[in-house]
């Protein structure tokens, strides 16, 4: 069975001439947005354009060469975004690093890239190079986003900048920009590694033309208001879905870019800006959705009441709307009253003006993804990987169907393999594994198939994602059990942060639970339980008890077999630093596994009750 996403509507090309006609079609005074002494203040696509053009000249200066491989290592910032340019445009090679890696990790990823020199956000990342420095033989030149010069950095951006203003003369500005010009379709524009949940990160190489396809294709799928809209950065930029989307694509499209001061911030930064446009993964909405939920818990008898009435008259408002039908007479009445009483309330919360959620990275639960359409808040649901620019497929407001991640975008071929696993072809599948030729034939077949590794189907041309192929689980019975659809639905709960479903080559499926301790504490506190740790409360037989009926609960629409029967609860939240956490945040299941092996065992002894660690 076969799904394209028709021929490509653009010839092939490269995001230095994107680059450049995005700066010639939108003059904005608002390129660039970025948070100084607690207020946004703008960059122009002018200076955008000179600062790139000086950084470039300056790289140019060091004697970076064309083809090296320069690292940025640094949270979003609009320095991030020149650093990103400049080594675009004077044909150099990328290399995005999360900011959140601990040094040795670094250091495996810029030994494997060859890196020649590095941009670092501030001294902390800096320090990080500096710790591992002796090791990285081909590193020549540690580069600041920082004001001043600091330990571990060689120069500052400043400074880089100075460098090429010294040369940046009418000959070599036409010589500078002939050079980013003659940059082809199929050179290489970044090495991205992949964050790793089944092993060691491969580079992956993506070529100008992967993005730049990328790019073009996802940006007729997905409504703009050219030189109107505006998208709050969060997401990593070291993370291909806000590399393509949240930067290449909103800057093609004369989208303003605001950074977000932190992750922490998003909240207040997003009623601050304003965005029009936020592209997330579901981690964001899930805590949104158990946020709301907490809030109309909270707010007593009456505010519960008031809620849980509009989320019914929405949630069938969404399903006439859905069908493709139009609410109308009392429905549409309740649902007028619904959205001033409750919805509109949250959607303040977004800044008022938002008009699309884009979601990628994991799958978002239909549950979620339902309960927002109802409120009026429209999550378009894509789905991609690294090692294809990254979006495969893409909902639009055209065909939105929730439980899918819509259809394949112009120019991108989807097929089921015999064994359920999704492969695509096109112009947007990487050129390989950096250095891993055997790992990129095992990845692209002999007739440019990619791969995936997930598992899904094609529903009336819409994709659909099952799970991963690698994470299905086959019980010691022969049962097949996919466990992301059964941790999304568990994690809709307010008292869960994580779920894990385990059970491979065991008798039953049993669940790993991270309480969400915040819901916890005020359950004990309601029902007079005295604690002094988390330890002790997870030791308790009420609490136990309350967490596995809140478990429990999600599960009534699963099959028989597909309900973990057992579970465990865990004291601390999964973590990057321990390993157990990719820095997108996907849950590494072997190494989870291997680190709660003990609990994983106690739960399968015979006749032992669920535990707590």
């Known amino acids: 069975m076969l799904s394209s996403g028709g021929p490509r509507n653009t010839s092939p090309g490269t995001l230095t001439t994107l680059f450049f006609d995005a700066i010639e079609r939108h003059d904005k005074p608002d390129a660039l947005q970025h948070k100084v002494n607690g207020v946004y203040k703008p960059i122009s696509s002018r200076a955008v354009a000179e600062r790139v053009r000086r950084a470039g000249l300056g790289l140019m200066e060091l004697c970076v060469a064309a083809g090296d491989r320069v690292a940025i290592m640094s949270e979003n910032r609009p320095e991030w975004a020149l650093a990103d340019f400049a ?182 930064d997003m009623q ?45 408002w969404a399903d006439v709307t859905l069908a493709g039908g139009t609410p109308h007479g009392l429905l549409a009445l309740q649902y007028k009253v619904a959205q001033k009483l409750v919805f509109s309330k949250l959607k303040a919360r977004t800044g008022g003006r938002l008009r699309y959620f884009v979601s990628g990275g994991a799958p978002l639960a239909p549950e979620i993804n339902k309960f927002f359409y109802a409120a009026g808040l429209v999550i378009l649901e894509g789905y991609g990987l690294t090692e294809t620019s990254p979006v495969i497929a893409v909902n639009t407001p055209e065909a939105f169907r929730i439980g899918t991640v819509g259809r394949p975008l112009k120019g991108v071929e989807v097929t089921i393999a015999s064994d359920g696993e999704i492969l695509t072809r096109g112009p947007h599948v990487m050129q390989g594994y950096y250095n891993k030729p055997d790992a990129t034939r095992e990845a692209i077949d002999g007739d ?28 010691s019975g022969g049962k097949n059990i996919a466990p992301q659809p059964i941790e999304s639905l568990i994690k809709t709960n307010k008292y869960v942060s994580q779920a894990v479903v385990i059970g491979d080559k065991r008798k039953f499926p049993a669940v790993l639970v991270v309480p969400n301790w915040e819901q916890v504490e005020k359950y004990a506190k309601r ?58 945040l996907k849950v590494k299941r072997k190494v989870v596994d291997k680190s709660y092996k003990a609990v994983i065992d106690a739960m399968y002894a015979v006749d032992h009750e669920p535990v707590g660690v």
């Open 272 to 316: 601050t800006v304003r965005p029009t446009l936020v592209l997330s993964v579901p981690r964001l909405y899930e805590k949104m959705y158990a946020r709301v939920l907490e809030n109309a818990l909270a707010g007593g008898a009456v505010k519960s009441r008031i809620f849980f009435w509009a989320r019914r008259v929405a949630d069938r």
């Open 448 to 475: 440019g198939w990619f791969h995936t590794g997930d598992i899904g189907e094609l529903r009336d041309g819409m994709l659909a994602i099952t799970d991963r192929k690698k994470d299905i689980i086959v019980t």
């Open 87 to 268: 080594c675009l445009t004077t044909s150099l090679t990328d290399v995005p690093l999360y900011p959140n890696l601990p040094p040795e990790q670094a250091a495996c990823i810029l030994r494997d890239a060859g890196a020649v020199a590095i941009f670092v956000s501030d001294a902390s990342q800096a320090a990080k190079v500096a710790q591992v420095r002796t090791t990285l033989p081909a590193l020549k030149h540690v580069i600041t986003f920082a004001a001043d010069r600091h330990a571990g950095a060689d120069l500052t951006l400043a400074e880089l900048e100075a460098r090429g203003a010294t040369v940046d003369t009418d000959e070599r500005r036409s010589a500078y920009k002939a050079r980013a010009l003659a940059v082809k379709p199929d050179q290489l524009a970044t090495l991205i590694y992949t964050s790793g949940t089944t092993g060691e990160p491969k580079g992956v190489m993506l070529s100008h033309d992967n993005l730049y396809s990328n790019v073009m294709a996802s940006a007729t799928a997905i409504p703009f208001l050219p030189n109107l809209d505006v998208g709050l950065s969060f997401l990593p930029l070291s993370h291909i879905f806000e590399r393509m989307a949240g930067h290449y694509m909103m800057f093609h499209v004369g989208c303003s870019i605001a950074y977000a001061e932190s992750i922490d911030t998003v909240p207040v």
């Open 527 to 584: 029902k007079n339980i005295i604690w002094t740790d988390r330890r002790q409360l997870l030791e308790m037989p009420t609490i136990r008890a309350k967490m596995e009926k809140e478990v429990f609960s999600q599960l009534e629409s699963l099959a028989q077999f597909e309900r973990p029967k057992k579970v465990a609860l865990l004291e601390h939240d999964f973590s990057i630093d321990r390993g157990e956490l990719t820095p997108t």
